[in-house]
């Protein structure tokens, strides 16, 4: 088992332990040694796996204005750790790939390997989802068939995104590209620069 197939399995199994509960509070153990990367992983698709969640409740029309501020100041603080986590992934291939001497004509990826990772991750859950509504008794023929094809579309995208994440790694290790990773450094976030945490005042 090649390596973004190893962790789409992760994935695979912590949505399926997600889902044990289906609550957005719910305390898991996490199964794997601390310190590893299937540890991070689990992590890492167990705060997706709460985030979609999160984003379905609030899209309740009926809800409580005071309940949904709470829940998206939630839904960001999510999307921080979300972050975090990535670059923590990104940190794993940096070191992997340390003693790497990229060739002379080695290119640079549009995008770093635990963002394509983060990408898998998710996917995860969309065909989790959609899987669920393929299945539902309770819902239109219609339905289900639309459901159907656009399951068949996730898990033909869930293979070539497998296949282009182990192709990029297969390069890296081989010098033909190289990794060159880029921190989010989200503004919205820090009280020093976005203005409405400090205060609005016009920077000189």
Partial sequence: MKTAEKFYSVFEETTRKYH?????????????EDGSIDHVLFAKNWIDAVQWHLEDIIRDPAID????LALKRRIDRSNQDR???VE???TYFRERFADVVPADDAT?????????????SILALKIYHMAAEVGRTDASD?????????????????EDLIEAIDTLLDDIA???KYMKVYRQMKMYNDPATNPVLYGGAKQE
Avoid: F
């Fill in 108 to 120: 640079i990826n549009t995008e770093s390997p635990a963002w394509a990772i983060d990408r898998l």
């Fill in 20 to 32: 044990e509960t289906d609550h957005v509070d719910a305390v898991v153990a996490n199964p794997y």
């Fill in 174 to 176: 081989a010098g033909r």
């Fill in 83 to 85: 972050t975090d986590m």
């Fill in 65 to 68: 204005p005071v309940e949904a």
């Fill in 142 to 158: 219609e339905h289900v068939a639309k459901c159907r094809a656009k399951l068949d579309i996730l898990e033909q995208q869930r």
């Fill in 88 to 90: 923590e992934i990104d």
